[in-house]
């Protein structure tokens, strides 16, 4: 599958993710210790944040993370307060610069890890369920894009949890119709720039990994000559597909079903449940 992670905080340097950490997200992308696969070669991209009243910016390519030296260069001249990386594992849609992520549309960013499983077969419906006014931004083929639109048409933009809840309530209702057992496996980092909303869910409880950070106060004490943890901050925020260093007490695994929302230094866990639209999408 795929590989991501979110952080918000004190702007740092993007290579120190990147590049930098034990296991960081380079490093995942070829020797993922937790993932299905591997390898995660299809593709990656990196989104972040920089002026607050303009969309992020976006940089997307086919070729494989580890391979690409613009994306060395890059993350060792940008700094960022939030940003979201992801490495790409294909599944039932083609490695192209369009089906990488992050997904972007207006000041939102979206990374998913997972499948919508047999997703041909429920391709058309679900995509006729995306509002009329978001169909034209569709750019690549992958089940991930139709879910962040699904998403923003249930009102992402307005309430995350609840427009996340009822995206995949839409999915396992359309896989379900369709005879697929367990048509989802997800975890999904959708985030405007202040905060970040990470969920981990799947059909059949057996979802792909997620760990989010610790307190990075607590951390401070715990490791005061890190410099990488004095330079993001006491109220930085992590989330990642799995943990970049091996630090007792720096990561805490998200449960399964769990929503967790990163806000100015708070960050609050609550249970995820789909549910269907009370009303059809507009």
Known sequence: MCRWLAYSGNPIHLETVLFRAQHSLIDQSLHS????????????????YGVPTEPPFRYRCVAPAWSD????????????????????????????????????????????NGLIRDYPAVRRELMLM????????IEGSTDSEVMFLLALTYGL???PVQALEQMVGVVEATGAAKGIQHPLNMT???????????VRYSSEGESRSLFHSASFRHLRALYPDDRRITAAGDDAFLVLSEPLIDLPGAWEEVPEATAVVAH????EQRP???????????
């Open 69 to 112: 030296r613009n994306l060395r260069e890059a993350a060792r001249a940008i700094r960022s307060p939030l940003f979201v990386a992801h490495v790409r594992a294909a599944t039932d849609t083609p490695a192209q610069e369009t089906n990488c992520h992050p997904f972007r549309h207006g000041r939102w960013l979206f990374a998913h």
């Open 272 to 282: 995820f449940r789909p549910h269907l639209p009370a009303l059809p999408a507009p």
């Open 264 to 267: 100015a230094g708070n960050v």
């Open 188 to 198: 999904v980092a959708a985030t405007d720039g202040e905060r970040i909303v990470a």
């Open 33 to 48: 210790r937790m993932g299905h696969t591997t390898t995660n070669g299809d593709g990656f991209g990196v989104g972040w």
């Open 157 to 159: 933009e307005r309430n």
């Open 130 to 137: 995306i509002a009329p006014d978001l169909f034209p931004v």
